[in-house]
């Protein structure tokens, strides 16, 4: 393994960063009512440029893995290894579910006086936030100040509602990420670059046969242009219920149980790219993962730099450009053709997100790999990074935006204010009429406050990079 297997690309944490922004900010509108094409997935087959974000996500997830664990496999793999993978896949998945249950009641049915509520609902966060951050004793302090608030409510006699895990959504983001990264780095651990290859192209090939070839019971024509007769949704019905599934799906889960073979599938492209970039090439704006005081095996979601700079000498500059512009043209030469392999593929299993088809793995890998060479060949080897400091702020706390900034959404839906003539709304609807809809129209209202929600979220991830403070599993 070279040198340049220990080290990170800057890149990868723009890429990140670009594609954590990208989905928070989609993920969060004004209204769903008001929203521009682009920025709304497809209904059902096509793809537009929301569609690209998660399959880009979990490329980046491929691409560190090599990073993170080429050098543990170099030098030996061992239980401590195992361990570290499988505890993070699970604290990941852990934190998806943690995501539908905080505060782990029913906040507008529990009949807490609202300043102690309150307090309870912003302990079990920062519980949280301290839990991530591996500070245990403030951690347990603030979960033991939302246990006993609850408990002394309970005591008194006020209704306490506990969430019903019986209606929780157990597929998710963050569940997939998790699934998908405990595989993939076990595969990687285990196989050439060649074999990998072929377990991604075999898993593509297994999928389109089981979604073209096999019947579904109780349907009297099985196709996936009918989103209840297709099996995917049938087994995601069948095994997790609907109780289980994504309310808004009804009858299936775009994170459900078979569509995540082929999303394994977009991971590993991921692997066979970040195992490619790392043969013999140290690259610009690279930085040693040793320097960062980090274990490799903690790198594989977030690349932390080792200071808020993005400097790095001249010398090196040069002496990687040449091998860096084969690296930026093999990025656009194979993502061209993937692009080109998965339209033509389109045609006869068409693209589809909420499937996560054959097709649209290898179209998203292919748009990945366009997005990850300009990158690449932009901040790498070009040296222009001014423009990209914001992406590297949120791609280097990746985990922490995505899961904070969904439970602040989450609560802002939940808290009950005053609206017009007396009747109650959200505080997240009074925030976009009052705030946003008083003066433009819908659907540039509805994305001011989604642009609004994101740069509020820059600056807190920023008061975290100033810091030096980064979030991780």
């Excluded at 497809?42 to 893995?65: C, K, M, N």
Aim: aromatic share 14%; glycine share 8%.
């Amino acid at each position: 393994m070279s040198e340049a297997a220990q080290q990170r690309l800057v890149s990868l944490d723009v890429f990140r960063g670009m594609t954590i922004a990208g989905m928070v900010m989609v993920n969060n509108p004004g209204t769903w009512s008001a929203i521009y094409g682009p920025l709304k997935h497809a209904e059902w087959h096509g793809i537009t440029p929301t569609d690209y974000i998660f399959p880009f996500f979990l490329f980046i997830v491929g691409v560190a893995v090599p990073m993170s664990l080429g050098k543990k496999l170099a030098s030996g793999i061992d239980r401590s290894v195992y361990s570290r993978i499988f505890s993070r896949s699970a604290a990941i998945f852990a934190s998806g579910l943690a995501m539908s249950a905080i505060p782990f009641f029913i906040i507008n049915e529990t009949a807490i006086p609202w300043p102690l509520k309150w307090t309870a609902v912003a302990s079990v966060i920062a519980g949280l936030y301290f839990l991530y951050l591996r500070n245990f004793k403030l951690a347990f302090a603030f979960i033991g100040v939302w246990a006993a608030l609850v408990i002394a409510a309970l005591l008194i006699g006020w209704q306490v509602t506990p969430y019903n895990p019986g209606t929780m959504r157990i597929p998710g983001v963050l569940q997939r990420i998790a699934v998908c990264y405990l595989i993939v780095a076990l595969i990687f651990l285990h196989t050439s670059w060649k074999q990998q290859a072929a377990i991604g192209v075999g898993l593509l090939l297994f999928y389109w046969l089981l979604m073209t070839r096999v019947a579904v019971p109780g349907c009297e024509v099985t196709t996936i242009d009918d989103k209840a007769c297709n099996l995917a949704a049938y087994l995601d019905r069948l095994i997790l219920s609907e109780n289980h599934i994504w309310r808004a799906g009804k009858v299936f889960d775009p994170e459900g149980i078979l569509s995540t073979l082929p999303a394994i599938a977009t991971t590993i492209s991921g692997v066979l790219t970040g195992t490619w970039l790392m043969k013999g090439d140290k690259g610009r704006g690279t930085r040693d993962a040793a320097s960062e005081g980090r274990g490799d095996a903690e790198s594989s979601i977030e690349n932390v730099p080792v200071s808020p700079r993005l400097d790095v000498s001249a010398s090196t500059a040069r002496a990687a450009n040449a091998a860096g512009s084969d690296k930026a043209l093999g990025l656009f030469f194979f993502g061209t053709i993937l692009l080109a392999v998965g339209w033509s593929w389109s045609l006869v299993f068409p693209l589809n997100k909420s499937l996560w088809t054959s097709s649209y793995v290898v179209y998203t890998s292919g748009l990945a790999l366009l997005t990850l060479g300009f990158c690449y060949f932009l901040i790498d080897i070009k040296g222009y990074k001014r423009w990209a400091k914001p992406f590297v702020i949120f791609g280097v706390n990746a985990l922490a935006l995505f899961v904070f900034s969904g439970i602040m959404a989450r609560i802002l839906g939940i808290i009950r204010v005053a609206g017009p003539e007396g009747k109650e709304i959200t505080l997240q609807q009074w925030l976009y009429q009052n705030l946003f809809l008083s003066w433009a129209e819908p659907v540039n209202a509805s994305l001011a406050y989604a642009v609004s929600f994101i740069l509020f979220w820059l600056f807190l991830m920023w008061l975290l990079y100033r810091r030096r403070i980064f979030i991780k599993l």
